[in-house]
């Protein structure tokens, strides 16, 4: 098949890139490079079946394809409110067009959503047919509210004009690749405590997060595009949740750093808790996280340690 990926050149874009190009699809890598980098994407470069076209997706674009994964979108909050309206176009403009693409080439498309449609959740652990509790006006609306936005437009383009839609939620997901200045919690952690620098726990640190390593994110994403008769949405993510104190215990303990914990202001609207439920991925795909928390986080440490060596 012939498959596009915006947002390719990414953390999570890049090896879904890798996993498609290695079961022999064609693929087509569009990406503007705000959080993406070519360093991501460069062991395809040499591959024939590999395609980089520099394109945002605010803007139209004509191409023939048979699948689209639609990840353009920064997703750490320092890179997602650094251009708020950019973020807002993105999710709603850039998912208009690559809507109207599926449609006029009859492509499936699939949308990264996010469990930031939940927003700060009253129900625990999240099922998909909770409808979230997101502030519309806060700093991180953009993000959430456009990423809702661009699942009525999945829907709304597939009552409409019978486009073939699929939606995936993603809950927190780490692993090589992450940039290293974009503030999430992982790499975050993971560089303080290798640098033995302090290690900046927000709030209380009692707030908790689930992490799914990327190898098994991008399993759940391509057997949800490939899937016959459901389209979500659906949650994907590792139920294995833990308080974000406890998780930087974990990395000071795997990396046998000296870092001392420092508590820094809870930023704004941050999620008190978050963890998927995934009976439905479980049910529909037969999807399920395997890569332990710790096997994930030593491969990531790993990555980090080997990126702090080069600079
Ligand atoms: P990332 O920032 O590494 O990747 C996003 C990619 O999209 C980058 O390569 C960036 O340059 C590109 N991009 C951004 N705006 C664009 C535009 N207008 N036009 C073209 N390209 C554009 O983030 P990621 O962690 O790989 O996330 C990928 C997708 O998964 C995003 O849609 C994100 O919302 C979603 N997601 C990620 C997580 C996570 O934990 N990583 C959780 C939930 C959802
Ligand atoms: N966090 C933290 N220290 C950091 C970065 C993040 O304590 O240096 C916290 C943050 O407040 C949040 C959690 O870790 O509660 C996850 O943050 P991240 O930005 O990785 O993802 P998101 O909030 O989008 O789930």
Redesign the pocket.
């Known amino acids: 098949m012939r498959i596009l990926v ?2 390719g ?5 890049s090896h879904l890139c890798e996993r498609l190009v290695g079961e022999g699809h064609d693929v087509i890598c ?7 980098s070519k360093r991501n994407i460069e062991p395809l470069l040499d591959s024939h079946r590999f395609e980089l076209i520099r ?4 803007e139209p674009i004509l191409l023939e394809v048979d699948q689209v994964y639609n ?6 909050p320092i ?1 997602y409110q650094y251009n708020p309206v950019k973020t807002v176009k ?1 999710s709603v403009m ?1 998912t208009i067009n690559m809507l109207g693409l599926a449609k006029r080439v009859r492509a499936r498309i699939l949308q ?5 449609v939940y927003g700060d959740p009253k129900i625990h652990p999240q099922t998909e047919d909770y409808w979230g509790n997101v502030n519309p006006i806060g700093i991180r609306s953009c993000y959430d509210e456009g ?1 809702r936005v661009a699942e009525t437009l999945m829907m709304d383009y597939h009552r409409q004009n019978g486009v073939d839609v699929r939606i995936i939620r ?4 780490y692993g090589p690749r992450m ?1 290293e200045n ?1 503030g999430r919690v992982v790499s975050n952690f993971i560089i303080q405590a290798l640098k033995g620098e302090d290690i900046t726990v927000y709030g209380e640190g009692q707030q908790t997060r689930s992490f799914c390593y990327v190898s098994d994110l991008v399993d759940g994403m391509v057997r949800m595009m490939n899937c016959q008769g459901f389209i979500g949405p659906v949650n994907i993510g590792n139920p294995t949740e833990t308080t974000i104190l406890e998780f930087a215990e974990r990395i000071i303990s795997l990396t046998g750093s000296k870092s001392r914990i420092v508590f820094k202001p809870l930023p704004a609207d941050d999620p008190q808790q978050r963890q998927p439920n995934i009976g439905l991925a479980i049910d529909k795909l037969g999807w399920q996280p395997h890569v332990a928390v710790e096997d994930g986080l030593r491969k990531t440490i790993e990555y980090f340690a080997a990126i702090i060596k080069n600079n």
Do not use: M, Y
């Open positions: 915006t947002g050149a990414g953390f999570i874009g569009l990406d503007n490079f705000f959080t993406g394109h945002d997706i605010v990840l353009a979108c920064p997703a750490s890179h993105t850039g990264a959503s996010t469990s930031e990423k993603i809950f927190n997901t940039a974009d």
